[in-house]
């Protein structure tokens, strides 16, 4: 009997430690939603990809990066991009603009996305980029 008693015991605290590690283990950081490009080619890359996160998140520009190409994929990058962040109550948007115009059709960009100390992943873009749209003369 005492090791029926035992067994139970070794078993509650068992599942009591995997709930506490359960609830110890952070939530996800924050989703990344959709990317809207806004620009054209021959101008000055200007895109928006929104996200979402928890209200009490701190999300800013340092958790968004952009990382190198696979040069092997021929798929151009983007030149020198800088990224601000937007905030909203449950989320925000990432802004992501170049100074120098785009010249490629295809472009590839790839997005580092995570904060210190909450995980990070990793997200590619192959964007189209249509040509500016016609004036009537």
Not at 11 to 25: P, Q, W
Not at 61 to 88: H, Q
Request: charged letters at 20%.
């Amino acid at each position: 009997m005492v090791q029926v008693s035992r067994g139970r015991n070794s078993a509650s605290r068992l599942a009591l430690a995997a709930l506490a590690m359960a609830c110890a283990m952070p939530a996800a950081a924050f989703t990344l939603g959709r990317l809207e490009v806004r620009s054209h080619l021959g101008q000055p890359f200007d895109a928006t990809l929104s996200f979402a996160s928890r209200p009490d998140e701190e999300v800013d520009a340092s958790c968004f990066s952009l990382l190198p190409r696979n040069p092997g994929d021929g798929v151009a990058g983007l030149p020198a991009a800088t990224i601000e962040v937007i905030r909203a109550k449950d989320g925000g948007q990432a802004q992501i603009r170049t100074r120098q115009p785009v010249r490629e059709p295809i472009v590839g960009l790839a997005l580092r996305a995570g904060c210190v100390g909450k995980g990070e992943f990793r997200r590619d873009f192959t964007l189209t980029l249509d040509p500016p749209p016609q004036t009537a003369r």
